[in-house]
């Protein structure tokens, strides 16, 4: 491409099936004991807490923990009999009789009896049994409020609650739904609104430490944890979470990274500068020093194929954009003006000019309705999708040779103002943030989530800054060369977990993201590789853009496809062929 010039947990948390919890819902008792194995099973006291048999080969998990929940997971998942009978067979219980009783209370609305059991439970912290209390006593004062017992719910507002000494405010609103019914809303129907005993329930054992009640879901949450863990210290991890197993540890290899190329397209008379995939995965728009973009369909097998060829621009053609929908296209003349397309017909729907100046860059307003421009004087304009200009930035706002991105909330611009600097306007608040670098920067790319921005600099360096917060670099990524022209990167894969850029030596390199690793370095172009776009629905493939005026599509081996089982990233013939 040209050379860069001079002058530039859980909803349930109980042992109750989903028919039982349903039956709760509206905060009636439940009239059977809490799901479980019998009473006289549950009145077992919990084995000693000093008990330090352990099981697994590292000897960090004790027995008693694990057995507990185990039989917690299986009643959570409505195998009822199956958690009694490992509770009966290993004689360990899920609750002492204690604490079963106490669930049975809350569920019958035994208020003043939960009270007292909760006292037995043992709990070392007073301000836990505190709030607990608390808690228990908040619903009992508003089943009474919707029983219209005002009476009562008083005298335990004053008797009961008001004595325990904490959380005032709270106190202050309860008293209010007495002396004003109507306060918070609808007459009496708004805060005077008992729970559901089984969400108060849940609540409870949320407060509870976890010796005594072990919340819903925990096993299940211990092995989501550690499938995170291992997908996260996996450097390849570029496939769906659906297709993590519990029965092996999971590794990627190599092979999940889009490493061969499977198309080569041929439409281009001249240096391919820019590429970029639309939102949906669905188009790849390409533009050229030949004075004209195209827009390439990818077709749900993975290949692609030639849809427009937008001619009209007097000068090359150096970047594109997509619009929100992906119904629009953006193309931009070197120093020369904005035309917008449509993509289903390919028809040039306005040409975006000012006179005695040209048009450098081009971007859209998230909402799809303005779209705005950096232009030559170093300004940046915005305007309505008629022509009309709305608002223009002066001043040092952008370069000759330079990228603009606009967060996808539309509330900041972003644009390279300086050889070295990158401006973070903040439109609403009238807020300048400045990103400086040591050395002389050729291009960036803003992420997905608007968090991180990727920096191309002239000694042959890319750098990952975090722009949400604190402003600050996070990590570097080295080996490709870039001497002459501007090279750009991206962003891609699974959570764009990898970064992808061109390189002047006719490759494209590709790193781990977080960790910096490069991963690959891939030959088959036979001039400088100027962009790199990574489709954002398919992480198993991207498209690279060169000087020797093809575009390469790249994907899996087709050895690995057949693997998985799918058919994405086929192998097609067009334009030329592989």
């Given amino acids: 491409m040209g050379g860069v010039g ?229 450097s390849f991890h570029n496939t769906l979470n659906e297709e993590m197993s519990l029965y092996t540890d999971h590794r990627c290899g190599k092979e999940q990274i889009p490493s061969q190329t499977l198309q080569i397209l041929q439409a281009h008379k001249d240096e391919v500068w820019f590429l970029q995939f639309s939102h949906n995965g669905k188009y790849l728009a390409s533009s050229s020093s030949d004075q004209s973009a195209i827009i390439w369909e990818v077709d749900v097998n993975g290949g692609v194929t030639l849809k427009h060829r937008l001619s009209g621009h007097q000068k090359p053609v150096s970047s594109v954009s997509w619009s929100p929908d992906d119904h629009q296209l953006l193309t931009c003349g070197v120093e020369e003006a904005v035309r917008r397309w449509d993509v289903s017909s390919g028809e040039c729907l306005h040409v975006y000019e000012k006179p005695g100046v040209g048009l450098v860059s081009c971007g859209w307003f998230p909402d799809g309705k303005c779209i705005f421009s950096g232009v030559s004087d170093k300004s940046i304009c915005m305007w309505e999708l008629d022509g009309k200009e709305l608002e223009c930035w002066k001043g040092q706002r952008t370069l000759r040779i330079s990228d603009l ?25 009238k807020v300048e943030t400045l990103i400086e670098e040591n050395q002389a920067i050729t291009s960036f ?3 997905r989530d608007n968090r991180f921005l990727l920096v191309n600099l002239l000694n042959q360096e890319i750098h990952l800054w975090n722009i949400e917060g604190e402003i600050k670099p996070v990590a570097k990524y080295k080996g490709h060369k870039r001497t002459r022209f501007v090279i750009r990167s991206c962003f891609g894969g699974l959570e764009e977990a990898f970064v992808a850029s061109g390189s002047e030596d006719s490759q494209v390199y590709v790193w781990q993201r977080s960790s910096g690793e490069l991963i690959e370095a891939l030959p088959g172009h036979s001039g400088a590789v100027n962009c790199v776009s990574w489709n954002p629905a398919n992480p198993h493939m991207f498209a690279s853009a060169s000087d020797d005026r093809t575009i390469r599509i790249w994907g899996l081996s087709e050895q690995t496809v057949k693997h998985r089982g799918a058919h994405s990233n086929g192998i097609h013939y067009c334009n030329g062929g592989t």
């Fill in 445 to 447: 790319s803003l992420s």
């Fill in 405 to 429: 991105e606009i967060t996808t909330d539309g509330k900041q611009l972003i644009s390279t103002c300086r050889d070295n600097a990158i401006l973070l306007l903040d439109r609403e608040a």
């Fill in 6 to 234: 001079d002058e530039e947990p859980a909803t349930k948390r109980m042992k109750l099936s989903a028919g039982e919890l349903k039956g709760l819902s509206n905060g009636s008792s439940c009239g059977e004991p809490v799901a479980g194995s019998s009473r006289d099973l549950m009145a077992r006291p919990l084995p000693s807490e000093g008990d330090e048999q352990v099981v697994g080969s590292k000897g960090v998990i004790k027995r008693v923990e694990f057995v507990r929940l185990i039989a917690k997971a299986l009643y959570s998942l409505g195998y009822k009999k199956s958690g009694a009978h490992l509770e009966e067979e290993s004689g360990i219980p899920l609750h002492s009789s204690v604490v079963n009783l106490f669930m049975q209370q809350i569920l019958d609305g035994n208020w003043d009896g939960s009270v007292d059991t909760l006292q037995k439970i043992g709990l070392s912290d007073e301000n836990i049994a505190k709030s607990a209390s608390f808690m228990i006593l908040e619903q009992k004062f508003f089943e009474l409020l919707d029983e219209e017992k005002d009476m009562d719910a008083l005298k335990t507002l004053r008797t009961e609650i008001v004595p325990l000494c904490i959380n005032g405010s709270r106190v202050r609103e309860l008293s209010s739904c007495i002396v004003s019914p109507s306060f918070g809303g609808t007459p009496g129907k708004n805060i005077v609104r008992a729970k559901s005993r089984s969400k108060l329930l849940e609540d409870l054992q949320k407060l509870l430490p976890p010796t005594v009640m072990i919340l819903d879901r925990r096993l299940e949450h211990l092995v989501e944890q550690a499938l995170v863990l291992q997908r996260d210290a996996c």
